[in-house]
């Protein structure tokens, strides 16, 4: 028996598909060919940013996941729930979360026999989009689950993108720590050179010779309609030339919207490189904001490899790297966020304090400095329009921002250095609770690393005395209930009465930093 579904035509608007690559791939699972051919022509002119839809098709669960084994990059799968058994839908969402590992992946779930899977329970237990009857989905109702769900896997995405570029600007950073020559420094940076290139469809790095009063660039990298020449300068228009110019002449970086000059190393008059990116679109001020991160660093990083191979403490090399990078990316949080640079200060002073306070060694307590700032590095891999959005945040939106938790430990994986190993505690510790209650992973207790119960403290008695764009500040006495109405379920017992015996030189460093 074919399930039956009618799709009417509500508004009679078609939209223009604009542009014919790129599109949003789109997978539509169902048994019945009707459904298909139906889905697709209400769709037909689907457009949303400027991106129209690929359809890919399948009549099984089995048949699913070949498709979706053999093309990546699928957004939304609109997905029948009986086929070739009655729970065939359900089996299948199972195992792209689970063999996959796709959390990305946006899921509408139809059906024609909703008695078979109630609704209430699949949406408590499958991690989908949206559950419909099949009559249920006019075409505009198809068009508005189309939209959200892609805006939904858009958000994701960029919020994957962000973690990655920082974890690759990190990540250099540590490795180029250890370099001792220049030869070494310029290429330990090259692959966050050539991931930076991709920002734009015409782009070089190279060289930079002076030649009779005149510069020369000699290509090291180059894509566009740079990449068949060695000596690129030529082949600027007018209007780049004086970018690079200025660049060059100033020693300093440039950003407009669609280009970016950056000069790397400009005090090594020898090892100096230019960096040039030109895209036919606006650049993202998040990839112009890591950017800007990454260049500033350089020359600090440099300068510091210079020393270290002048002295033989390297450890003392290697803090001082860490410890700029990392102010630098809590400038980064500062500036994306309304949770100011003040905030992160008061915490580490906080913090470092209830820790002496508590008969910390002087080497964790100095640790704890460095790191506890670092606490919600994470916000900045999350969407401008969640983390400074006024008011309450809906559900899903408290979900995404939650995730800064992970986003901030992931992106300090691979290096066991005792400044990085704390930092990962604080970032993916200081939203547990005493209770077990808190997340990204639910631990209770002891089981808690107490940096992450030393900073929880702090940043939340800092945070309820301070404005943020979803709440005013809370006054003293207000602070104080809440936090003592947390003693043994969102805080460490012990750790709060010690905070509170202090609680005088704690609301001190409150006050400060302004």
């Not at 048994?31 to 037909?44: A, G, N, S």
């Not at 017992?493 to 006050?511: G, Y």
Request: overall charge negative.
């Amino acid at each position: 028996m074919s399930d039956d579904i009618l799709f009417v035509d509500e508004s009679g608007e078609t939209v223009v598909n604009k542009l014919k690559n790129e599109n949003w791939k789109i997978l539509i699972v169902d048994d019945e060919r009707e459904i298909h051919l139906v889905t697709k022509h209400v769709l037909k002119d689907f457009n949303f940013m400027d991106r129209g839809i690929d359809f890919y098709h399948a009549y099984s669960a089995e048949e699913a996941k070949q498709v979706l084994q053999e093309n990546s990059g699928i957004a939304l799968i609109f997905l029948d729930v009986v086929m070739e058994t009655d729970d065939a839908g359900l089996k299948l969402i199972e195992w792209v979360r689970s063999f996959l590992e796709n959390r990305f992946i946006r899921i509408v779930l139809r059906t024609g026999q909703p008695g078979l899977a109630p609704e209430k329970e699949v949406i408590l237990n499958y991690d989908i989009d949206d559950y419909r009857a099949k009559t249920e989905l006019t075409a505009v109702r198809l068009f508005t689950t189309t939209v959200a769900s892609l805006r939904a896997y858009r958000i994701m995405m960029d919020q994957e993108e962000n973690r990655k570029a920082l974890e690759a600007l990190v990540k250099t950073s540590w490795s180029i720590s250890s370099t001792r020559t220049a030869e070494a420094f310029l290429n330990g940076i090259m692959p966050q050179i050539s991931s930076f290139m991709s920002l734009g469809e015409h782009s070089f790095f190279s060289k930079i010779d002076k030649i009779d009063g005149k510069y020369v660039l000699n290509s090291i990298l180059s894509t566009g309609r740079f990449s068949n020449y060695h000596e690129v300068g030529g082949w600027l228009t007018i209007h780049e030339h004086e970018i690079v110019d200025i660049a060059l002449n100033e020693g300093h970086h440039v950003f407009e919207d669609k280009i970016v000059v950056g000069v790397l190393l400009n005090n090594d008059p020898v090892n100096r490189r230019l960096i040039f990116i030109e895209s036919n679109d606006k650049i993202k001020n998040l990839d112009i904001s890591v950017l800007k991160i990454f260049l500033s660093s350089l020359d600090s990083a440099y300068e510091n490899m210079k020393l270290s191979s002048e002295i033989e403490d390297a450890h003392v090399s290697k803090i001082t790297m860490q410890k700029t990078l990392l102010d630098r990316l809590n400038n980064a949080i500062s500036i994306r966020s309304k949770e100011t640079a003040g905030h992160m200060q008061r915490v580490s002073d906080s913090s470092t304090l209830l820790a002496k306070y508590y008969g910390c060694t002087n080497d964790y307590i100095e640790l704890l400095r460095t790191a506890s700032p670092m606490h919600d590095i994470g916000k900045i891999g999350i969407p401008d329009s969640i983390l400074l959005k006024e008011g309450p945040l809906t559900k899903e939106e408290r979900e995404i921002i939650n995730t800064h938790t992970t986003l901030g430990q992931d992106m300090f994986l691979g290096d066991e250095s005792p400044l990085i190993v704390m930092i990962r505690e604080i970032t993916g510790g200081h939203h547990e609770k005493w209770d077990g209650t808190g997340y990204p992973n639910r631990l209770s207790g002891d089981s808690i690393p107490l940096s992450g119960r030393i900073t929880a403290i702090c940043d939340v008695f800092d945070a309820l005395l301070s404005e943020r764009p979803y709440k005013k500040s809370f006054n003293f006495d207000k602070t104080m209930e809440i936090m003592l109405s947390g003693k043994g379920t969102h805080f460490d017992p012990d750790l709060l009465d010690l905070f509170l015996v202090h609680i005088d030189e704690m609301r001190e460093i409150s006050q400060s930093y302004q």
